[in-house]
């Protein structure tokens, strides 16, 4: 009886970590297989976005922003920045950029480091602005609702 006892122990720990053994094996490329999550930011519409500069750069580069009215295709626009330059300059440049990529439709004002941007009328459609790259060092970008 003692010996029907091990041998049934043995067959079951031997058929436990068989199939033990086949899960793993069939599971482990599914684990493989999956994609790192990665997130995605919603683009945020508004009728008026303000962007603050701060700091001085301390070596030349550039950014680069999207302006997209809602349901219309995106216009991409790069502002070149100098060693040096500091933030009232390149808010003076982002008013030059982001008024060329707008157009007739909304309106852009510079005051001292900060671009405000809004609609020129409500007919128009609401808009977003984004920072796609950013290549600079020692200047900071804040984009935010007016």
């Known amino acids: 009886m003692r010996q029907t006892i091990n041998r049934f122990r043995g067959l ?21 297989q ?18 603050v500069i701060s700091g001085k750069s301390q070596t030349a580069g550039t ?19 100098i060693q040096g330059m500091g933030k009232k300059r390149i808010a ?3 008013t030059k950029e982001l008024t060329l990529a707008a157009g007739s439709r909304y309106k852009v004002k510079q005051n001292g480091n900060k671009v405000v941007i809004r609609r020129v ?22 984009i935010g609702k007016k």
């Open 12 to 32: 079951s720990t031997t058929i436990a970590v068989g199939a033990f053994i086949c899960v793993v094996i069939t599971s482990t490329p599914v684990f493989a």
């Open 34 to 51: 999956e994609a790192a999550g990665t997130a995605t930011i919603p683009t945020v519409y508004r009728d008026a976005f303000q962007v």
């Open 63 to 81: 950014f680069t922003m999207v302006f997209t009215p809602l349901k219309e295709e995106g216009t991409q626009f790069t502002v070149n920045v």
């Open 92 to 94: 003076q440049d982002v």
């Open 121 to 142: 009328n409500k007919q128009e459609p609401a808009f977003a602005l984004e920072i796609t790259e950013q290549k600079l060092s020692g200047v900071s970008l804040m």
